[in-house]
């Protein structure tokens, strides 16, 4: 590509869903191309990076992977604020699990408090599809949610096969890099909530105008 | 030795084998695994980053281990090529050696003279496995110069002190195990005395040098004092001869809704570990078990991941009632008080987390300055305390380290994080976020760097440092902050006799069932199909569970969230998740189940569901047992939840609800999140301003409450069938001071956010 010279992209990720999606597993898979049934419970949150090209572009994917028991969830503010995509993951054989994502977003949303929160991109991820004669979420329904956000990409991946998994996080690294190209004062300094914040939006616009 | 012979394809099995995963390696140079490590560190140069010298080791060890079957192929990719290129390549693995040496730092040299005491040791095992075999006699022939190459790069001494050296080696082990006896020896003498009530006076000692292996079945629960923590909380076996565990785990099985949980992380806890392999094998039994019991008990904590590698600790080597105990003295003992961490809102969590801060700031200034500026969130902690280290290094020292943790408290675990800085400060200095991440999450699990006993002198000096600074113990907790120990009554659910327990579940199984059926017939004819549908729903779910289905929005992440400011908590565990009796297909396969699961059904339709545990009293001292068992049967009889609705009601379940605020309320356990019940306004919710002010009863501060940005979507499709009425706000405080009050105006349900 013609963009060469341009600096490697740092992209950083957040993966959520239930406990017992496959979250850990999910990642397993993109980073190390193995599927093992022997990882641990993620508590609080783990950390992985992994480079790869997206359309010529080198980047790099920082990829937190995330507890799913819900009380560990006020742990995100820690660690969300700058993220530049969110990956949703659920599990097609839980219906339960399909049914928390408006939480799990509309949370990561209050939490991470990016600008724009309607075009902030996620991306669904309906994993254990091999597991096909358990399945409790059709196609279908979770197409027609993501319809209704606006347009979220949504791929049906299996950590254990290795399913779409590559596929869905090219598609995230594009999401993410479009996301960070386009703005990348995308989180505020502070929290909105802190009132300091108006007043450092403020400053900060005067100082440019000078 | 070099893994060049190695045929590449057995190099590869091997390793897929015997490591459990490890995370990406990719920056930190950690991948001699895929090339030959000898090549590696010619061409790396640096040989005194301890990594790459820590992953040497796997490799070799591995190999020399193999069982048979490793062997034969090794044989039969045996060919003469090989033989050519081994002098060549022994005398570069001995120029490499020999510089390796050199350059090594202390630690460093004992490890790798360790490595290749084990190297011995594993060619010694499998010489003597294959000796077993009868190998045809090619093979044997082939394997004689099997030897004599894999000997030949191993090392020089090898060749000369080859008898020697193993030799050596047996001496040691013999001494190793006659040391292992005495200390057993002592061990048990010092727990005689112990039993006779004489002080022990080196058991701190002792404890620091580790208990032995097979005496942590009766130290560790000295250790924690459980005989005491029984006797205050009047662990007395009742008539069948069954103490507070038995009694609990039988009701605790049909009852406990972190059942799921429970059972998904049970899969995910020390897999690794042959006797919790199998799934539903005996350990992971006792481990469901203790936690499902536990989780009865302890009702404030419930159960939190995390807290089944810690049970499955226990369950190493204690048996699961022991083990119940321990993990109760670790939650509530004054040295521990583990309960912090765990309780939603992690209370302990955040203080722990800056005291550390603060610690690592004064001993450790250029790292703290490090690691700011590479902006590390404060997150990898969390499996430092949780966990006490499992996990996050070597199973030995972990071991090693909870010994002194069961001892000494929780001042442990700051002074063993400070002693990770301090050890490896040089190495942290030199790494970038992902390489620090790298090392906290796998690098130190992986290789400490350092012997167990290195380590653990390291922090008692460290620990000493903090005591007699007065910093080995953060800050008490804030007035108003969220308790961090018990505040209600262990095990409520003991008040109940089994019979009754299932009695209750029985008919609130076949209630739900009737009114799902009535509610069908009646709906069907009168709306659309869809719509009649989500009313079915809506019905089931407040039949079954006596619960107030919310309209969608407040079924919205912000309502899950951990409350971190309210003091009124939910007396119940945190339901496993919301809706989910309108789901019941996602319940988890229960057919193969050894062992008696509550289907969703009958977790979901509970009793517990629908009454609230009696109220104990909300401040104060840890009650050990709280109520007597009649005072308790008392409180529940005057509980402030309405008894269960009647049977045949299915209309008068919605007639019932514009009256019955308390219900509406309080009993949403879909949401983990407590709600103050006793909330007025200073104002009629009734035009709507912008503004409003909210006082909360309890703690009496001031809520302003703006009308939120994101809350502009509709009340849900559920209003239109669910009349509220008016009803008082209730307001819930989430995590990240956001507070969500909801107010019913003129039947419509509100949604107001505000931002303190």
Sequence with gaps: MSSAPHKKALLKVIILGDSGVGKTSLMNQFVDQRFSNQHKVTIGADFIMKDMLVDGRLVTMQIWDTAGQERFQSLGVAFYRGADCCVLAYDVTNSTSFKNLDPWRDEFLIQASPRDPEHFPFVLLGNKVDLAQDRAVSRKKAEAWCQTKTKMPYFEVSAKEAVNIDLAFQTIARAALARESQDTQDFPDFPAQVLLDCGNAKSSSFCSCQ | ?756
């Design chain 2, 1 to 756: 030795m070099s893994n060049s012979n190695r045929p590449p394809p057995a190099e590869e099995s091997s390793d897929e084998e015997s490591r459990t995963p490890i995370r990406r390696r990719r920056h930190i140079d950690l991948t001699p695994t895929n090339s030959n490590p000898v090549t590696g560190l010619i061409r790396g140069g640096s040989v005194r980053d301890p990594a790459r010298l820590n992953h040497l080791s796997p490799g070799p060890i591995v190999h020399e281990s193999k069982s048979a079957t490793f062997k034969e192929g090794l044989i039969e990719g045996l060919d003469g090529t090989i033989q050519e290129v081994a002098p060549l390549l022994r005398t570069v693995s001995l120029r490499v050696r020999q510089q390796v040496q050199s350059t090594l730092s202390d630690p460093l040299k004992r490890k790798t003279d360790r490595i290749g005491s084990e190297i011995r040791e594993g060619k010694r095992k499998m010489d003597a496995l294959s000796a077993k075999l009868t190998l045809p006699k090619f093979m044997k022939d082939s394997k004689r110069s099997l030897a004599t190459n894999d000997d030949a790069p191993s090392s020089s001494d090898d060749e000369s002190m080859d008898g020697e050296a193993l030799d050596q080696i047996e001496r040691e082990n013999i001494v190793d195990m006659y040391e292992k006896l005495r200390r057993e020896k002592k061990w048990l003498a010092m727990l005689k005395q112990m039993d006779e009530h004489k002080p022990a006076k080196k058991l701190q000692e002792r404890v620091w040098k580790g208990v032995p292996l097979k005496l942590k079945i009766r130290v560790w629960p000295r250790l924690l004092n459980i005989d005491r923590l029984r006797r205050d909380c009047r662990d007395i076996p009742d008539k069948d001869g069954k103490g507070i565990y038995d009694q609990l785990k039988a009701r605790a099985k049909l009852v406990s809704r972190d059942v799921k949980q429970i059972d998904l992380d049970i899969n995910r806890t020390f897999r690794n570990n042959e006797i919790f392999r199998d799934r539903y094998c005996v350990k992971q039994k006792s481990l469901l078990n203790v936690l499902v019991a536990y989780s009865m008990y302890n009702t404030e904590v419930g159960y939190c991941q995390g807290m089944s590698q810690i049970a499955g600790l226990f369950l190493m080597y204690l048996d699961e009632e022991e083990a119940f105990w321990c993990m109760h003295a670790l939650m509530v003992s004054q040295k521990h008080t583990m309960h912090g961490f765990f309780v939603p809102g992690f209370p302990k969590l955040a203080r722990f987390e800056q005291h550390y801060i603060k610690l690592v700031k004064k001993y450790k200034s250029k790292v703290s300055k490090h690691l700011d500026k590479l902006d590390i969130p404060y997150i990898y902690m969390t499996k430092w305390w949780f966990g006490c280290f499992l996990d996050r290094v070597p199973y030995a020292l972990a071991l090693r380290i909870w010994d002194v943790f069961l001892w000494e408290g929780d001042a442990v675990l700051l002074a063993m994080g400070l002693n990770i800085m301090k050890m490896h400060e040089k190495r942290i200095l030199k790494c970038g976020f992902e390489q620090f991440m790298e090392l906290v999450q796998d690098g130190l699990a992986t290789n400490f760097g350092y012997s167990n006993d290195v380590v653990m002198e390291s922090l008692h000096a460290i620990l000493d440092k903090l005591r007699s600074d007065k910093l080995d113990r953060p800050p008490p907790p804030a007035e108003g902050s969220l308790p961090e120990v018990p505040t209600k009554a262990y095990g409520p659910i003991l008040a109940k006799t089994l019979d009754q327990i299932k009695c209750e579940v029985a008919e609130v199984r076949s209630r739900s069932s009737r009114a799902n059926s009535m509610v069908a017939s009646r709906t069907a004819s009168m709306i659309s199909p869809e719509a009649a549908a989500e009313r079915q729903k809506l019905k089931k779910i407040t039949v079954a569970t006596g619960r107030t289905p919310r309209p969608a929005r407040r079924n919205n992440g912000a309502a899950r969230l951990q409350s971190e400011s309210s003091l009124q908590r939910d007396s119940r565990p945190p339901a496993p998740e919301s809706f989910n009796a309108t789901f019941s297909n996602g319940a988890p396969p229960t057919e193969e189940v050894p062992f008696k699961i509550p289907s969703r059904g009958s977790m979901k339709g509970s009793p517990y569901e629908q009454q609230q545990f009696p109220e104990a009293p909300k401040r104060g001292p840890v009650r050990p047992m709280g109520l007597s068992g009649k005072e308790q049967m008392r409180a529940y009889s005057s509980g402030k939840m309405p008894p269960a609705q009647p049977p045949s009601s299915t209309s008068s379940s919605l007639r019932m609800r514009p009256g019955n605020n308390d219900s509406l309320k309080s009993t949403d356990t879909s949401s983990r999140k407590s709600t103050y019940d006793n909330v007025h306004t200073d104002r009629q919710p009734s035009s709507p301003q912008r503004t409003i002010t909210v006082r909360d009863d309890r703690s009496g501060k001031l809520v302003y409450i703006s009308r939120g940005g994101d809350d502009d979507s509709p009340p849900g499709q559920m209003d239109d069938i669910l009349n509220y009425g008016p009803e008082p706000p209730s307001v819930t405080h989430l995590a990240n001071h956001v507070t969500y009050v909801k107010i019913g105006e003129d039947g419509e349900a509100n949604e107001w956010t505000t931002k303190m």
